[in-house]
């Protein structure tokens, strides 16, 4: 029997409308937009505004477009799985809460949490439902709304982070396409470097984590930064090595966005030209499980059938990885 594989078949994304520029942070902390653009390469990100408004609205939404797109009932999506660090409730799972609110009547959904690799991880997880025969239209969506823990009053983190969410439709082909091969990672003793102090079971919410302002992201920027360089980079390579890839078989590098200089760095030692790096950064920042979807959303139209795609990414964990596609389908 042939082998299967699993293909992206379409690709939405969502941002919410109100553009947070590094000027309007300059209001909120001691920074500068030439600071923030030289050491990061944002220019602005956008921000979920308005009451009960969780990161389930923007994977609905991106969700709802990815059905409309590619002419698919809710009915037949088989599993929908949403990466996020910032779910609407601990519990259920937000990929629930999206389910109900596209009328993915037959489906199972699950969260997975991987930080910045988020999609990346679940893109793969789903990938196994397809491989295996078992389930034919798998729904994988990243959406974090970061400004629900990013701490307004601390410039080494608020300058970083955006909201949005991104979804692709993975389906089974016999053809040499789709996902071709993945290298994943993961290390806890990166803990400490990345991580949110309260809220958690080991130290659930008080008037006292609330005062220490523990409900936030916490991050060692410096020490993040190296991690990323290198582990990002050592994957790509590693990918690419195994399946007799050079620098110039690589149509695209689609690298997660956390910062215009990690990015640079990763394709360089790739051997990657800057005109073949997805980027988008400027305008979105770091929007954690979303920023590899947003990508591929925002780039679609240049994307042709049998492009070698190399996906990379690098999260709290630390999480880490690279994901060498094949792109299915041309321009529509
Ligand atoms: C956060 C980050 C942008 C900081 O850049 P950096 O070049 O490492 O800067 P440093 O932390 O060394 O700080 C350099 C100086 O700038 C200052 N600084 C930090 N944030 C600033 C800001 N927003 N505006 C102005 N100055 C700032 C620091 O206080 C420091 O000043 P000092 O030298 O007087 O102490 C960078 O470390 C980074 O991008 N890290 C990785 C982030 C990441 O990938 N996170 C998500 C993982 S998925």
Excluded at 234 to 254: C, H, P
Excluded at 277 to 303: D, H, S
């Amino acid at each position: 029997m042939d082998k299967l594989r699993a293909m992206i078949t379409g690709i939405e994304g969502y941002v919410p409308e109100y553009r947070l520029t590094n000027k309007e942070l300059e209001t909120l902390v001691d920074t500068n937009d030439e600071w923030i653009l030289t050491r990061t390469g944002i220019r602005e990100r956008r921000i979920l505004k308005g009451d009960d408004q969780g990161t389930s609205v923007m994977g609905a939404a991106a969700v709802q477009g990815l059905l409309e797109k590619t002419g698919t009932k809710p009915e037949e999506i088989d599993l929908i799985i949403c990466a996020t660090v910032t779910p609407d409730l601990p519990f259920p799972a937000t990929a629930n809460i999206i389910a109900d609110k596209v009328g993915a009547k037959n489906s199972f959904s699950f969260d997975l949490a991987a930080a910045c690799s988020g999609f990346l991880f679940a893109l793969n997880v789903g990938s196994q439902f397809i491989q295996s025969g078992t389930h034919k239209k798998v729904v994988v969506v990243g959406a974090d709304k970061m400004s629900s823990i990013v701490d307004y009053s601390d410039r080494t983190t608020c300058i970083l982070f955006g909201d949005g969410a991104g979804a692709v439709l993975l389906e089974p082909t016999t053809e040499e396409m789709g996902i071709m091969d993945s290298i994943l990672k993961s290390d806890g003793s990166g803990e400490p470097f990345l991580h949110m102090k309260a809220g958690g079971s080991r130290r659930p919410a008080t008037h006292e984590t609330v005062d220490k302002r523990e409900h936030f992201a916490y991050q060692e920027g410096a020490t993040v930064f190296k991690f990323a360089v290198t582990n990002m980079a050592d994957v790509s390579a590693e990918v690419m090595e195994r399946n007799g890839l050079q620098g110039e078989d690589v149509a695209w590098l689609v690298p997660h966005q956390a910062n215009k200089r990690i990015i640079d760095a990763t394709a360089n030692r790739m051997g990657i030209g800057p005109d073949k790096v997805m980027m988008n950064i400027e305008r979105y920042g770091n929007t954690t499980a979303a920023t590899i979807p947003l990508c591929l959303w925002e780039y679609e139209k240049q994307l042709k059938k049998g492009d070698n795609l190399i996906l990379a990414a690098f999260g709290g964990g630390f999480t880490w990885g690279a994901t060498y596609l094949k792109w299915a389908y041309d321009p529509k």
